[in-house]
């Protein structure tokens, strides 16, 4: 161990990987920093509906992550915390961090009295947008730390008086700024996951055109007993329940003019979500239109049980373009490769399986990490830079709880 | 489904400018975006599959890779780089060969290692026939400005026929001639293998004059008024050079016919015929603006075209370039010959003269081997969509 060696490993990113790669390596005695960008722990799974294939909700796991969080004193957690710069080497790096101000201490206790008091509103980004929360929120039923937030720009000057007036537990500081911090550590394990990726960018499926186009992402909070419509699939902008639902697989990935890479979940999300509608609609019609479907390994027993359905159609051929109709559903256009007709289905609601965008894209370059060509961190073990998780590559669940694994078994021995 | 790849068509793809053509996975995004493709069996993801398996019977007789006007939306949102506009570029070009006749020369004029023998030989011809007609002597420049070129290739007291034009005609005559013929050919060749893959058949065949009024004369109108081009939206730019270029083709026809008339028919009755215009003629008025028309059209193209070829990073095809710095030449030259004929100077004016020569006659010999040859083959490839929908065809179906 070198002289200066702190001993300590520094985690980025709080979802499922960053917390998997943090406990595993504080159980063996490091000291660990975790830092989290949003108010809550738990990233995307804490947004999705279910897991595939098992088809349990996402506390199921996240919970038990917690709980060892809780049980274990060498881990400090930083949320609403970023990372500014990156210096040193292996064995020894400063990282300076960003905590943005929360405007609520650590007195609050969930109460709730300050929502009541709450006359603003602000979008709801837990649901991308699909409602609005309070101003001061608790970022989901299940957010950890239990800890709420205050949106202080979405409130006016009354308001923040009303909440402050209300919080019995003087729990509310408005004076909060922002905080700048070092943190000495051996290594750091890069786990800033993933974005959904901005379907915007693809023009010719027009999500902006109608609103009964969403994505898979919307479609985990539209179907979660937490969501917008408390579990109930229903088309955003009208709430009608539809009678008939679409996929656009590969919308964004395996492009060279958006994600080249295959996002690696988006097929079985898809299939995951028709177990969702088949829940709720039983008869209704389903379309997938396809390249290839990719459900490896024992995902293709879940692909068999799908593809049984007879009211599930697939359909061979990309979607190319997604016109809106007047009675608020859209129609999807695709050649279907195996025909070689044209279709154009009419469905009430399309989800475009949008893919996995590297979250630190742009960063990852900034602070001078080894990045591929797509934006993924590449690990440096012998550096004391570790990626992990979605950071490193598209993949479920599994491959980021084994990848986080393998980078703490790294991290920890950076330093020697 | 049997396959039976052709090795050598598919080994000709990868050379014409088709070698981004493997990396197509079939997604069928090149179908939906493409404007000019119909909903029943679109194209280019089909071509591009048979193109991959070596399928080139198909190809050569699908009518869909002519209707294909390159506008490139296809290659924009294609997620792979395939290029499928480009692909079905390079199977037009092999097409052209295929039913180029004879084949000796429709593969010397496609065959880029081929081109000082494509270039050579026009420019013996004219060079040859210049020998022989013994007129090689350069006049004055006061001649010059007076008679123009018309005792390029001599001069004889014959009132007939001026040895000038009897000359000019020895040479493009026969090239137009033989330029017809294998057209004519390679579209009756086409016409039959289109119907054998569309499995088109009619109890009634529509007469000729019926085929003109019906099938072709609207395609023609259709393909004048650009309306296809315009569907594009990538490279919309193109029918700013294109209908120029049409049209000053279309010009340069009428003026051709009109002298090759009023000099070769009426010149026999009538004396004085020979010998440049009046730049106030309204023929020459009309000559003149078409030649400009002809250059700023395909300048624009060209522009166009090497502009893409920066943005994508390709290097353009030997056919596609072939064909524009052709017309250019046969521009430039014809142009420059004007000028160094009203400013009088006799070496470069008939230096010039013979250039432009020898580029009309490259654009006419190799009219049916070249891209120019889409001119004919995309035409009828209109008129047999045309036929393919009408009532000869469909109603016998249904019966």
Not at chain 1, 327 to 352: F, P, R, W
Not at chain 2, 218 to 238: G, L, Q, V
Not at chain 2, 370 to 395: D, G, I, P
């Amino acid at each position: 161990m070198t002289d200066q060696s702190s001993g300590s490993v520094l985690v980025v990113g709080g979802g499922i990987s960053g917390l998997t790669a943090a406990l595993e390596a504080a159980e063996v005695g490091k000291d660990v920093f975790l830092v989290e960008k949003n108010p809550y722990m738990g990233g995307r799974v804490a947004q999705l509906n279910q897991y595939f294939p098992k088809l349990c909700p996402p506390t199921c796991g996240l919970e038990i992550q917690f709980k060892r969080i809780r049980a274990n004193r060498n881990i400090r957690m930083y949320n609403m915390t970023t990372v500014k710069s990156v210096s040193g080497s292996a064995g020894n790096y400063e990282v300076t961090c960003v905590t943005a101000p929360r405007y609520v201490n650590n007195n609050c206790t969930c109460c709730g009295d300050c929502v009541d008091a709450c006359a603003d509103e602000r979008d709801n980004d837990f649901n991308f947008g699909m409602n609005k929360s309070k101003a001061i929120y608790r970022p989901h039923d299940m957010a950890f730390p239990a800890k709420y937030v205050l949106d202080k720009d979405a409130c006016s000057a009354e308001t923040l008086e009303a909440i402050k007036g209300a919080c019995k537990y003087d729990a509310i500081d408005t004076d909060m700024t922002e905080e700048e911090f070092t943190l000495n550590v051996d290594s750091v394990v890069w786990a800033t996951g993933w974005t959904p990726y901005d379907a915007e960018k693809l023009e010719n499926l027009k999500v902006n055109s109608s609103k009964a186009i969403i994505t898979n992402m919307q479609m985990e909070r539209l179907a979660s007993p937490n969501g917008p419509t408390t579990g109930k699939i229903l088309r955003p902008g009208d709430d009608k329940e539809p009678e008939s639902f679409g996929f656009v697989q590969c919308a964004g990935s395996r492009d060279e003019n958006h994600l080249e890479y295959c996002s690696y979940i988006c097929c079985m999300a898809t299939m995951k979500q028709i177990t969702y509608i088949r829940e709720r609609y039983p008869e209704a019609p389903i379309y997938v239109f396809y390249i290839d479907l990719r459900t490896p390994g024992k995902y293709e027993k879940f692909r068999e049980k799908i593809m049984a359905d007879e009211n599930v159609h697939f359909i061979k051929g990309k979607v190319a373009d997604i016109v809106a109709e007047e009675d608020g559903g859209v129609t999807m256009i695709a050649e279907n490769a195996v025909t070689g007709d044209k279709v154009s289905q009419k469905v009430d609601l399309c989800v475009l399986a949008t893919g996995m965008e590297p979250a630190a894209k742009a960063q990852a370059a900034e602070l001078g990490l080894d990045v591929d060509s797509s934006g993924f961190i590449v690990s440096n073990p012998d550096a004391g830079m570790i990626s992990c998780g979605c950071a490193k590559k598209a993949a479920d669940v599994v491959t980021c709880a084994q990848s986080s694994t393998a980078a703490a078994m790294k991290a920890i021995q950076a330093g020697r | 489904m049997r396959v039976s790849p052709d090795l050598d068509f598919i080994k000709y793809m990868k050379n014409a400018g088709g070698d981004t053509l493997k990396k197509c996975y079939q997604c069928a995004t090149c179908s939906v975006v493409c404007p000019l493709s119909d909903d029943k069996k679109p194209f280019p993801r089909k071509e591009m599959i048979w193109a991959q398996w070596g399928l080139k019977d198909k190809l050569v007789a699908d009518a869909d890779v002519l209707l294909c006007h390159q506008c490139g939306d296809c290659t924009a949102y294609c997620p792979r780089g395939a290029k499928p506009g480009d692909v079905l570029g390079a199977i037009r070009a092999y097409m052209y060969t295929h039913y180029g006749f004879p084949s000796g020369l429709a593969k010397m004029v496609s065959d880029p290692k081929m081109l000082p023998m494509t270039v050579g030989l026009p420019a013996i011809i004219v060079l040859v026939m210049w020998f022989i007609s013994g007129g090689m002597h350069l006049p004055s420049s006061d001649q010059l400005v007076d008679q123009g070129f018309s005792q390029f290739f001599g001069h004889w007291d014959w009132p007939w026929l001026a040895k000038n034009v009897f000359f000019i005609d020895l040479i493009m005559l026969p090239a137009v001639g033989l330029a017809l013929f294998s057209v004519f050919r390679g579209v009756s060749t086409l016409w039959k293998e289109m119907e054998k893959q569309y499995n088109v058949s009619a109890e009634f065949r529509p007469s000729t004059k019926q085929f003109v009024v019906d099938f072709l004369v609207p395609s023609i109108k259709e393909i004048i008024d650009h309306k296809r081009f315009r569907e594009c939206t990538e490279n919309a730019d193109r029918v700013r050079g294109h209908k120029p270029l049409m049209l000053a083709f279309i010009g340069l026809l009428f003026v051709t016919a009109y002298s090759a008339i009023s000099q070769d028919v009426v010149g026999l009755f009538v004396e004085g015929m020979h010998g440049p215009m009046s730049l106030l003629n309204p023929v020459k008025i009309l000559a003149n603006v078409s030649a400009i028309a002809l250059i700023v059209g395909i300048g624009i193209l060209w522009g166009n075209r090497a502009a893409a070829e920066e943005k994508s990073g390709v290097k353009g095809s030997y056919y596609d370039w072939f064909l524009i710095y052709e017309i250019m030449a046969v521009g430039v030259t014809g142009l420059g010959a004007e000028l160094c004929r009203l400013i009088g100077v006799p070496p470069l004016a008939y230096f010039m003269y013979y250039l432009h020569l020898v580029s009309v006659l490259m654009l006419f010999l190799y009219m049916p081997y070249t891209k120019f040859a889409h001119l004919v083959y995309r035409t009828f490839a209109y008129a047999f969509e045309r036929y393919r929908n009408s009532a000869f065809v469909t109603q016998k179906q249904e019966g």
